[in-house]
């Protein structure tokens, strides 16, 4: 049973940094795409970043290009995402999400994402 668990999220001021944890369990993360998500109160769930699983790719959205950055920790099976000079429109709930990619490229809009966490917390604000 695929399961994903996020955590690290929380309050911090415009300019700061917060490190989000995904950990997975109950599958092959070497199979599997792992993207984090975003979604801010009134607003539709965005894609923030995205780590390919057959080559290690990743991805980001334009609006956090240069401040966040994904990687994966093997022995842990957690993905992590770092994220530096935070702004206020970073605030949101967010989610991380995996789904069966196999030994092919990543698209991370065409990638279906079919297994979530829960969400955490980020709030930047002074």
């Known amino acids: 049973q695929v399961q994903l668990v996020e955590s690290g999220g929380g309050l911090v001021q415009p300019g700061g940094s917060l490190r989000l944890s995904c950990a997975a369990s109950?599958?092959?993360?070497?199979?599997?795409?792992i993207g984090w998500f975003r979604q801010a109160p009134g607003k539709e769930r965005e894609g923030v970043s995205w780590l390919s699983s057959s080559d290690g790719a990743t991805y980001y959205a334009d609006s956090v290009k240069g401040r966040f950055t994904i990687f994966r920790d093997n022995t842990e099976k957690t993905v992590y995402l770092e994220m530096n000079s935070l702004k206020p429109g970073d605030t949101a709930v967010y989610y991380c999400a995996a789904g069966f990619q196999g030994l092919g490229p990543l698209d991370p809009l065409a990638m279906r994402f079919d297994s979530w966490g829960q969400g955490t917390q980020v709030t930047v604000s002074s």
């Open positions: 109950g599958f092959a993360l070497d199979y599997y795409a």
